[in-house]
């Protein structure tokens, strides 16, 4: 299995560390990505990491995830509640496949508390702020060194 990763992010995370500080906290996306590509480094897989506020280009993304046999880490933000061509080009992913959201959604308003993505999902990080990212990739790690099972919803759904 390939050891490319990509860390896929939704609409809006490009205003991270400036929107809604009190629920997302004043971490930058590009302070998040450094960490991502420190730790990915560390843990010897190759970081894809990459925003849009396009579901287009979101599926475009998972597409070539998908060609390149890559994990996927994913916080589709808004695209979380919605996004049926995001959700049936996820379920193309047969890498490992961690959803991720900066806080905690099922705490969240009825709005934004159920994401349609996490049937596809091996696992979901919720509700521990930008750390989700890193916890994600060690996940993802492990699952690649085939330590971590896959989930039982994850591989029904597939």
Same mark, same amino acid.
């Given at each position: 299995m390939s050891r490319a990763v990509f860390v896929l992010n939704g609409p809006n995370l490009n205003m991270l560390g400036r929107r809604e500080p009190e629920i997302y906290g004043?971490?930058?996306l590009q302070q998040v990505q450094q960490s991502c590509e420190q730790l990915a480094n560390e843990l010897d897989l190759v970081c894809e990491f990459r925003q849009t506020n396009s579901e287009a280009v979101m599926v475009d993304w998972i597409q070539e995830a998908f060609d390149k046999n890559a994990a996927v880490i994913i916080n589709p933000a808004g695209l979380s509640f919605n996004s049926i061509p995001v959700l049936d080009a996820l379920k193309l992913i047969k890498a490992p496949l961690v959803?991720?959201?900066i806080s905690n959604i099922? #705490?969240?308003d009825e709005l934004h508390r159920h994401s349609i993505?996490?049937?596809v999902a091996n696992g979901v990080i919720a509700g521990l702020g930008v750390e989700?990212?890193?916890l994600a990739l060690r996940a993802v790690c492990?699952?690649?060194s085939e330590r971590w099972p896959t989930?039982? #919803?994850a591989s029904a759904s597939r």
């Open positions: 004043t971490t930058t959803e991720v959201h099922h #705490a969240r993505m996490s049937t989700g990212y890193l492990t699952r690649l989930s039982l #919803a």
